[in-house]
């Protein structure tokens, strides 16, 4: 497979990758969440009238937050601060699953992280798409340097999700949101094929990897076929999330709110595959172009917590 060979790039503010990452991805994951309710259209989104704000996040952005501000403080992925960060910040009511809950609470009793994640699922670990879904800044945040990117993204899902398909979703899409920031940062492109063969060169055998795979054969389909060949999260695992919302954001890598509508249209874990998608996407179109985040779209997704909302974002765009 190959592998992603770097060009170098002009300096760019890696902080300023990381939290336009966390904009697609938390505008996504809130845009994505509204479609759970009656009455929303799709194709109003599509001619430019999105549902009425504020939209509100959930466990994917409150769990991306923490990674943020993690990278942002310390420059890397401490396994036990980012455990300790998740269980003192989480909010049930932000939609995490059961799973997720019942580990948070016991690391948040004192419980070790490892002993938690790793008796999850009668000791199977999980491979939820929960550590997938909040990694894609990590991998904008590292964009020069693809090996940091995965090692990174491992010690990031592991302390959540010790399964190996669960690990695997999250260096899939740390690895995509990587590419995708460092296209932008030297201006190149590549299709979507090219893309995902990629993101393919830098992961380990198993589901997850065959389900990118089988996306990258179905390159050029249309989303309903995408999404009925490869899943669409309604499963909540990374084998059934992480292949289509990388077939999307390879496939729309240039326009984000196609990218987003896609994986609306695709139905299913509608905010988690937005989220996905959406950092990704993000960190090559970034929020202050034509075809990146919408401004009102911003406007209208619920601001995010005080902890992260504080960190500078002047920064030099590529």
């Avoid at 990258?216 to 249309?222: C, I, Q, S």
Wanted: glycine share 10%; net charge negative.
């Amino acid at each position: 497979m190959t592998r992603w060979k770097w060009r170098s790039t002009p300096a760019i503010d890696r902080v300023g990758l990381m939290l336009d990452s966390l904009d697609g991805l938390s505008v996504g994951d809130a845009l994505g969440a509204q479609f759970f309710i009656m009455g929303r259209s799709l194709s109003s989104l599509r001619s430019g009238n999105p549902p009425l704000g504020p939209w509100d996040w959930t466990d994917d952005t409150e769990m991306a937050c923490s990674v943020v501000a993690q990278l942002h403080r310390y420059q890397e992925i401490d396994q036990d601060r980012l455990a300790a960060g998740f269980a003192r910040r989480f909010s049930p009511e932000r939609d995490y699953g059961h799973a997720t809950v019942t580990t948070l609470r016991r690391i948040r009793d004192g419980k070790p992280w490892k002993e938690t994640a790793g008796a999850a699922f009668e000791g199977q670990g999980s491979c939820g798409n929960g550590a997938a879904m909040r990694v894609a800044p990590l991998g904008a945040y590292f964009y020069d340097d693809p090996q940091r990117v995965v090692t990174e993204a491992i010690r990031s899902a592991q302390v959540t999700h010790m399964n190996h398909e669960g690990v695997s979703g999250a260096v899939a899409v740390a690895v995509a949101a990587g590419q995708a920031a460092h296209l932008r940062g030297t201006r190149n492109s590549c299709t979507p094929t090219e893309f995902l063969t990629t993101v393919l060169g830098h992961l380990e055998p198993g589901e997850t990897t065959h389900g990118i795979g089988r996306a990258r054969a179905l390159v050029g389909t249309t989303v309903a076929e995408a999404a009925h060949e490869l899943g669409n999260g309604s499963r909540v695992k990374a084998q059934d999330t992480v292949p289509f919302a990388l077939w999307a954001a390879a496939t729309y890598l240039d326009d984000y709110p196609a990218a987003v509508a896609a994986c609306i249209e695709a139905d299913g874990d509608i905010d988690t595959t937005c989220a996905i998608t959406g950092g990704i996407v993000a960190a090559y179109t970034g929020t202050a172009t034509e075809t990146g985040v919408p401004q009102n779209w911003l406007a209208a997704r619920e601001p995010l917590p005080a902890w992260v909302a504080t960190i500078d974002r002047s920064r030099r765009r590529p």
